[in-house]
């Protein structure tokens, strides 16, 4: 398997345009994560899935951020419009299921808000 | 909220060295992680435990789950070792980590 895919690996914007991640969980997987680093706040989750369903997105930081899973193998993380301090480290991780399971980090996404 | 917290924050050791890493948390949970993280970045999980001890290699996770607190331990210590060394708590039920603030270490030839 490939491991969990991210792209891109390296997004630079400008402030105010929108910023589109994406993340390819690991084939048979049911639970998908999105979580930021910072220097400053360290890692963070944002939101996570079950079955394409968002459970949880109390870490999602304002209305600016939104996610998607339209289908088992495919997700977004969307930010309209950027802030210069949204820039950090997206990571996306999957698992088999939840809780009781290791989590599979992808590379991540290194975003760069000017 | 989970309250994860990790010591030492930074270690410098010699090679060859047995290396120690705290985790403490707040709340009861079901397992816990071990994560590193490498100078490139990525993240690597090395551990899931709800018990006991669990070993690979010259690595060994030990959980006290009344005492809510976890060791990372590292026997015979190599320079590719160095890394930042992550602790993770289900967070209030949910299935998203907490994290730590991580412990940076070096280990010098």
């Known amino acids: 398997d490939a491991g969990v895919i991210q792209s891109p690996r390296h997004e630079v914007t400008e402030m105010g345009q929108e910023v589109t991640l994406r993340c390819k969980p690991i084939?048979?997987?049911?639970?998908l994560f999105w979580y930021r680093q910072t220097m400053m706040r360290g890692l963070e989750l944002l939101i996570y899935?079950?079955?394409?369903?968002?459970?949880?997105d109390s870490g999602m930081p304002e209305d600016r951020f939104s996610a998607k899973m339209p289908n088992a193998s495919f997700s977004t993380l969307k930010i309209q419009p950027s802030e210069p301090r949204d820039s950090a480290v997206y990571f996306c991780?999957?698992?088999?299921?939840?809780?009781?399971?290791?989590?599979?980090f992808g590379p991540g996404t290194r975003l760069t808000v000017t | 909220k989970n309250e994860v917290e990790q010591s030492p924050q930074n270690l410098t050791a010699q090679e060859g060295e047995f290396i120690t890493i705290n985790c403490s948390y707040s709340?009861?949970?079901?397992?816990l992680h071990w994560l590193q993280q490498h100078p490139g970045g990525g993240i690597v999980s090395l551990f899931m435990?709800?018990?006991g001890k669990k070993k690979h290699g010259r690595l060994i996770a030990t959980i006290n789950i009344q005492e809510k607190h976890s060791s990372l331990h590292i026997t015979a210590s190599h320079p590719r070792d160095s890394a930042v060394y992550i602790c993770?708590?289900?967070?209030?039920?949910?299935?998203?980590?907490?994290f730590g603030k991580g412990t940076h270490l070096i280990i010098q030839p």
């Open positions: 991780a999957s698992s088999p299921q939840g809780q009781g399971y290791e989590q599979y």
């Open positions: 084939s048979g997987h049911n639970s």
């Open positions: 899935f079950n079955n394409n369903v968002p459970i949880d």
């Open positions: 709340v009861g949970i079901s397992a």
């Open positions: 435990l709800s018990s």
């Open positions: 993770a708590v289900p967070g209030g039920g949910a299935d998203g980590l907490t």
